[in-house]
């Protein structure tokens, strides 16, 4: 069991720079908006496949279709909200995250109405796994499709936090987050700030669902699968912090895939679960607070 | 004072008169039947056919005159794969649609969590579930399935790899009502055949990576790997198979294996995938109507829903009365090995109305039952991809 752990970190470690990046779309939305919006579901669906279409129907290479996955889902957030959510924020965070709960149905399933159901795959090809040989620890199998995934989505991450730490519009979207009254006094336009949080996270959302399909499959579900990891994610490093919600991400992925040395693999959905229990338990604003940088 | 009285009987009459014609409705108006198919989630490729097959049916029958004079009126419900919205979905069906028959239910979790309704209800429940708890449950008969169940299922399997050579076998299992039970099967009949079953791994198919679950089953260095999947999970785990560099043998049932599958994962990545199912009767007229139909070979659940409304109807008109006790009570009778040998419902119901016994053979195979439910016999089919197509293997 114990010469399972090296392969099984790997595996953790993969899949959570995987979950990292719809972790960070969920918790941007979340410190500028300040509700949880589930609806990053359905968002990390549509960039799968938007991405699907612009590689296979207009042969775009898999770098390309991933900025169009960002694009598209970005747009979708950006209406989705205009058109549903905006209208209920007066009426609290709880309504707003309700409402964005059915947002993602209605979209899940117009994506299935538009595509059907069937799973469906990129042109890209099947890259047989690398084996390293780590000595007295094993030998372990390292996919080059998630080195690749893992790099593009700590690209994404860079150009992220440079944004937020280093451009005039990234800082205005950090003051909102910190002090929303303080920022409007200072004359920044909340519902700038808003669109633009809607924006970037659900393109961040649609290209890590097109990260996560490369890797599996497209399917209408896609997003579906993997909203409690990101949920959970975003809850462990803490609602609203995006340092938070990377760190989040390699907890829940490294804890589900070592999940396995003591249970089942039937229960491994059930370590999202047990790891809000547990953190919102000890340290209820999360691994590091809620601080949005 | 008498005056208010007779307005007010007058009133209650008034008001109670839709309900009265109701009633005589329900003896005289259209016959009820319902469909419960996975339109959305793991089945969603296989409702839509199965109901475009059954709503056939009916216009067929309807135009021949319907069943005792009165016409079949079908309502469709989406179960989504998913036992708790099948459950409202059925709810719907017995109690505000009134439905005497409901048929397609697909997923073997979802018709374990609605057989209990239809047989509380007096509904007949024709379903296309593999699990062999289905029949076990205490259903005094309401449960009627053409699928073969997963011991009759897994032990072919298992006589087909012990023959192909496979020496050891590791079994991989979406978690179902039916995966443990047919990994037991697997290995009690591989253990007779000299052959080994060396584990499973019962996994959730709601994840997106099974890469430590496959590392569990290759660490075993199996000839074979037995994998009880769904097509989405499939799709994972035939990639992550080929990346890791496995090139034993894959085995797998028909309804996971279907022409989408190699589509998405592509041709290199299935190659050699086995694939069994329980085999239609390919020689029947049916299968050669559902066919044109369909505009496609049929998958099996849609030859089944054709013979599930097929054997309603029936039933139905040889009970005289469109109840689902009536189906429960002519089920069997309909398959009259003495009767004259039909294939479509019309032709069976002319036959009826004339006064003569019907034996009933249909699309999916001779329609037979045993008395708890389950079909007697019924042939199957092993296919392997090549090249990014299906080739029929072998016929038992």
Redesign the interface.
């Known amino acids: 069991m114990i010469g399972d752990f090296p392969q099984l970190l790997i595996n953790g470690l993969l899949a959570g720079t995987q979950l990292a990046v719809p972790a960070i779309g969920f918790t941007t939305v979340f410190a500028v908006l300040r509700f949880p919006n589930f609806a990053v579901a359905s968002h990390a669906t549509i960039g799968a496949y938007a991405g699907y279409l612009a590689n296979t129907a207009f042969g775009l290479p898999a770098g390309a279709a991933l900025l169009v996955a960002f694009l598209v889902a970005g747009l979708f957030g950006v209406a989705s909200d205009e058109i549903v959510l905006r209208r209920l924020r007066s009426s609290g965070p709880l309504t707003v995250a309700i409402a964005s709960v059915a947002l993602t149905i209605v979209l899940e399933n117009a994506v299935r109405f538009g595509f059907g159901n069937d799973p469906r795959g990129y042109d890209l090809a099947v890259l047989r796994d690398w084996r390293v040989d780590l000595g007295w620890l094993g030998l372990v199998r390292i996919g080059p499709q998630q080195v690749i995934n893992a790099g593009a989505a700590a690209i994404a991450m860079a150009l992220l936090f440079g944004f937020l730490g280093f451009t005039r519009t990234g800082k205005m979207m950090r003051a909102v987050a910190d002090n929303p009254m303080l920022a409007a006094l200072k004359g920044i336009n909340a519902e700038t700030v808003a669109r633009l949080a809607n924006f970037i996270g659900m393109g961040l959302a649609g290209y890590g669902g097109m990260l996560i399909a490369m890797d599996t499959a497209v399917d209408p579900l896609t997003g579906f699968r993997v909203m409690l990891s990101i949920f959970a994610a975003a809850v462990v490093g803490g609602l609203g912090s995006i340092p938070g919600a990377v760190l989040g991400a390699f907890v829940i992925g490294v804890g589900e895939e070592m999940s396995v040395l003591l249970f089942d693999p039937t229960y491994r959905t059930a370590v999202g679960f047990f790891a809000i229990l547990i953190v919102l338990t000890l340290r209820p604003r999360g691994l590091l607070g809620e601080r949005a940088v | 004072m008498t005056l208010r009285l007779r307005r007010r009987t007058a009133l209650l009459g008034s008001l109670a008169a839709p309900f009265i014609s109701r009633l005589a409705a329900a003896q005289t108006g259209p016959i009820r039947l319902g469909t419960l198919t996975p339109q ?2 793991a089945g ?2 296989y409702g839509p056919p199965m109901v475009k097959t059954v709503q056939a049916v009916v216009a067929d029958i309807n135009a021949a005159g319907g069943v005792l004079g009165r016409k079949i009126e079908l309502v469709s419900e989406d179960d989504e794969t998913n036992p708790d919205s099948a459950v409202r979905a059925a709810r719907k069906l017995i109690d505000v649609e009134k439905v005497s028959a409901i048929i397609g239910t697909w997923a073997s979790a979802v018709t374990t969590a609605v057989a209990p309704l239809c047989w509380e209800n007096k509904v007949m429940l024709f379903t296309v579930s593999g699990a062999d708890s289905i029949t076990k449950l205490p259903h005094n008969g309401y449960i009627i399935r053409t699928q073969p169940n997963t011991y009759l299922q897994s032990g072919m399997a298992a006589q087909f790899l012990a023959k192909s050579g496979a020496k050891s076998v590791f079994a991989l299992s979406a ?1 179902t009502p039916f995966a443990v039970d047919s990994y037991n099967r697997l290995a009690e009949v591989l253990a007779a055949s000299g052959a080994k079953a060396l584990g499973d ?4 198919p ?4 099974f ?3 496959i ?2 089953a290759l660490k075993t260095k199996p000839d074979a790997l037995f994998l009880n999947s769904y ?2 999970d499939l ?2 785990i035939l ?1 992550e198979l ?4 496995y090139e034993g043998k894959k085995f797998t049932y028909g309804y996971a294996a ?1 022409a ?2 190699i ?4 041709a ?2 299935a190659e050699g995938l086995i694939s069994f199912a329980p085999s239609p009767d390919l020689d029947s007229p049916s299968y050669a109507r559902i066919k044109a139909l369909l505009g496609n070979e049929p998958d099996p659940y849609s030859c089944q829903v054709y013979d599930h409304i097929s054997l309603a109807a029936l039933a139905i008109a040889k009970a005289g009365a469109a109840t689902g006790s009536a189906i429960h009570d002519s089920v069997r009778a309909v398959g009259n090995r003495a009767g004259s040998k039909v294939t479509d419902a019309v032709a069976g119901l002319k036959l009826l109305a004339a006064g003569k016994e019907v034996n009933f053979e249909g699309a999916s195979g001779p329609c037979k039952f045993t008395a708890l439910g389950d079909i007697e016999g019924c042939r199957f089919r092993f296919d392997v991809a090549e090249k990014g197509k299906y080739r029929l293997l072998s016929l038992i």
């Open positions: 959305t989630g969603g490729p978690q791994v019962i996994y959730d709601a994840k997106t990576s890469r430590s679950e590392d569990q097509t989405p799709a994972v990639r080929y990346r890791a560099g279907n989408k599958l589509e998405s994962v592509g290199e990545v």
